[in-house]
């Protein structure tokens, strides 16, 4: 497990904030941790799938995508905040997110 | 994306173990292709500058989907390399590593349908003859 500080959490909070208003065309301050991603800003797997390549790249992490979908199908990221989570965990435990409980 | 409708007859004696369909805008690929997605043949086609490399990459992420939809179960999504021609309404996919362990014994029956816009994939996974590493499905 990598230990992150607190201008890293940051960081990943931002890159995603960021990467949806990007992707969405909307502006930054409308989004929120509870805005939900599918309902409200139509997301979908190939808009999950850039921001996950996204995370991988700055990070250098080699995590799995299936992996990362077996613990989706545990666990769904449904809103924002749930995807800031999700990233700062893979970015802390990567291909051991399977056995984390978040 | 409004609601569209797609037939056809299938020509694959085996039973049928699984269907799963997909459909993605063209113009959402017309950007650096997924290293996580797209395997390095797939990126080194989709790079020829001929205009039509968002559809080829577009083509093949609906085929890696609808088969994934198909398994009901994750893969690595490079493990499925389409090769898919912007004239033809089927792709050849080749199946590496895992995947291909897993889909020995398989048929794989890809449909493609295009519109300027869009791009729709239906894959079939049939029991049947079978497939290893590297064989077009």
Do not use: N
């Not at chain 1, 931002?14 to 991603?37: K, N």
């Not at chain 1, 999950?48 to 080699?62: A, D, N, Q």
Request: net charge negative; hydrophobic share 40%; with cysteine.
């Amino acid at each position: 497990m990598k230990e992150l500080d607190p201008a890293t959490v940051q960081e990943i909070t931002d890159l995603v904030y960021d990467f949806f208003a990007a992707e969405c065309d909307i502006d930054r301050s409308r989004l929120h941790s509870g805005t939900r991603i599918i309902e409200e800003l139509e997301g979908d797997s190939l808009m999950f799938l850039s921001l996950l390549e996204k995370v991988r790249k700055r990070w250098g992490i080699g995590i799995e995508l299936k992996t990362l979908a077996r613990h989706l199908m545990k666990k769904p990221a449904q809103t924002i905040g749930q995807v800031v989570d999700l990233s700062v965990a893979i970015v802390r435990h990567g291909d051991d997110i399977l056995h984390v409980d978040l | 994306m409004g609601t569209t409708f797609c037939t056809w007859t299938s020509d694959c004696p085996g039973p049928l173990r699984g269907a799963g369909v997909d459909a993605e805008r063209i113009d959402r690929f017309r950007r650096e292709p997924l290293e996580g997605v797209f395997g390095p043949g797939e990126r080194l086609r989709a790079s020829r500058g001929d205009g039509r490399d968002a559809e080829r990459l577009c083509a093949g992420f609906c085929v890696k989907e609808a088969l994934w939809k198909a398994l009901e179960e994750p893969y690595d999504l490079r493990e499925c390399e389409v090769i898919a021609d912007p004239e033809a309404d089927r792709a050849e996919v080749l199946l590496h590593g895992d995947l291909a362990v897993r889909l020995r014994g398989t048929v794989l029956e890809v449909r493609i349908w295009r519109d300027p816009e869009e791009i729709r994939a239906a894959v079939l996974v049939h029991d049947g003859a079978a497939l290893g590493e590297g064989e077009t499905g």
